[in-house]
């Protein structure tokens, strides 16, 4: 006589407890909104909300904050994408802001800094109460203190040593008028959950995520791929190499990584045997001193 197991995988409780969170947001807080920059870690987000409320819509907005330097690959996806799940997207443009005056272009091109003041304004004018965001704790030491609500002042701003307790699965999503949460369903993955998931589920990628050919730069060490952002400076190189991306932020200052897996069955196989961050390993960004990340979210990044 056999018995039917109904443990739970990883994966399979992974995904109980982001639904449970995505599910609480919408019960509790009046206006949320989800972050969707077409990035791997979002893609599982927004399918998590997608199965959190199927057969219905999904009953919030989703919102980009756009730098103006994202790869072409990875717009097209997002607008596909939402155009697939029939939701609103709220596009908070970095480049307008710079054109406003409301902002200014830092001198080393990258434009996480200047994200900040761009995203709190459109918080500010669509009245978002909670901002789901696709951060994970293994990726980077300043984002193993969040909780999975992380309370947010008046002024979008992260005090690591005021947060809230968080007792088993209970959540307090409490706020007074101007405050927010900001709220990490995928808190408890790791980048080879990820990659899982995407697995099991037969999620769909931008192609940067497959390993092909790409004619690259190094720069400290990294491999830039030549596109609009990135061309050759006096006395660098271009060759030709088999490389993919594990994360997509702006072009101009994310670096590709030596691979030849082609199937996400291989990028899983290649994450397995990793030692170093996909931040750690391709974000030039992040580079700026070990408490990059950090100083960012306590001024209100995501």
Same mark, same amino acid.
């Given at each position: ?41 979002s893609i599982v987000m927004l399918e998590l909300a997608r199965k ?21 690959e990875v717009l097209a996806f997002r607008d596909r994408r939402v ?35 761009? /995203?709190?304004? %459109? &918080?500010?004018? #669509?009245?978002? =109460?909670?901002?789901?965001?696709? $951060? ?116 101009? /200052?994310?670096? %590709? &990584?030596?691979? #030849?897996?082609? =199937?996400?069955?291989?990028?899983? $196989? ?33």
């Amino acid at each position: 006589m056999t018995t039917t197991d109904h443990r739970l995988t990883q994966l399979q409780t992974l995904e109980a407890e982001s639904i449970h969170v995505i599910r609480e947001v919408a019960a509790e807080l009046e206006r949320p909104v989800l972050l969707f920059s077409g990035g791997k870690d979002s893609i599982v987000m927004l399918e998590l909300a997608r199965k959190a409320f199927a057969p219905a819509r999904i009953p919030f907005p989703v919102m980009h904050v756009d730098t103006g330097l994202n790869f072409p690959e990875v717009l097209a996806f997002r607008d596909r994408r939402v155009a697939e799940l029939g939701v609103e997207l709220v596009v908070a443009s970095v480049p307008d802001a710079i054109a406003a005056g409301t902002v200014k272009q830092e001198p080393n091109g990258s434009r996480n800094r200047i994200q900040t003041p761009v /995203l709190l304004d %459109a &918080v500010e004018e #669509h009245g978002f =109460t909670a901002l789901f965001g696709g $951060a994970r704790r293994d990726e980077d030491k300043a984002r193993a203190k969040e909780r999975v609500f992380s309370f947010r002042d008046e002024f979008g701003q992260w005090d690591p040593k005021n947060q809230r307790p968080e007792i088993w699965d209970l959540y307090n999503g409490r706020i007074h008028l101007g405050e927010s949460i900001r709220v990490f369903p995928l808190s408890n993955w790791t980048e080879l959950d990820i990659w899982g998931y995407i697995a099991q589920e037969q999620i769909a990628i931008p192609d940067l995520y497959l390993a092909r050919e790409r004619d690259v730069v190094e720069r400290q060490g990294m491999l830039y791929a030549v596109n609009e952002f990135i061309t050759p400076r006096e006395g660098e190189q271009v060759t030709r190499v088999s490389c993919r991306y594990r994360t997509v932020g702006d072009a101009n /200052l994310t670096a %590709a &990584v030596p691979s #030849h897996a082609t =199937t996400v069955e291989q990028v899983i $196989a290649e994450i397995a045997v990793t030692r170093l961050t996909e931040r750690g390993a391709t974000r030039g960004d992040d580079k700026v001193s070990d408490a990059a990340m950090e100083d960012r979210k306590k001024e209100g990044y995501f």
